[in-house]
C-alpha cells in the first residue's frame, strides 16, 4: 500500500472496530500476544493469554495509550 493510500486509509472504512471483526472471535495471533507482552510489561500490568483477537486489539489500544507506545501521527512523528 502506497503512503497516500495509506494516508486516505485513515478515514475510510478500512478501519474497524474490533466488535465487528468477523474473525474477532478467534484466539488472538502470536504477534499480538507478543506485543501485548512487551507493552504490559512497560505499563507493569498483567495480561490474559486467553483474549480472541477483538480483545487483544483493544488490550493493545489501551496499554499503547498507557505507555505512550504506538502512537504515531500519520506523518511516523510520536504523538505527545
Do not use: V
Request: proline share 2%; no cysteine; charged share 35%.
Amino acid at each position: 500500500m502506497d503512503k497516500q493510500t495509506q494516508d486516505n486509509a485513515q478515514d475510510s472504512n478500512m478501519i474497524k472496530d474490533p466488535k465487528n471483526w468477523t474473525t474477532g472471535d478467534e484466539p488472538m495471533t502470536g504477534a499480538q500476544k507478543s506485543y501485548l507482552k512487551t507493552l504490559a510489561e512497560q505499563a507493569n500490568e498483567d495480561i490474559d493469554d486467553d483474549l480472541t483477537k477483538a480483545q487483544a486489539s483493544e488490550r493493545i489500544d489501551e496499554l499503547q495509550h498507557k505507555t505512550g507506545r504506538g502512537l504515531e501521527d500519520q506523518h511516523g512523528n510520536q504523538r505527545k
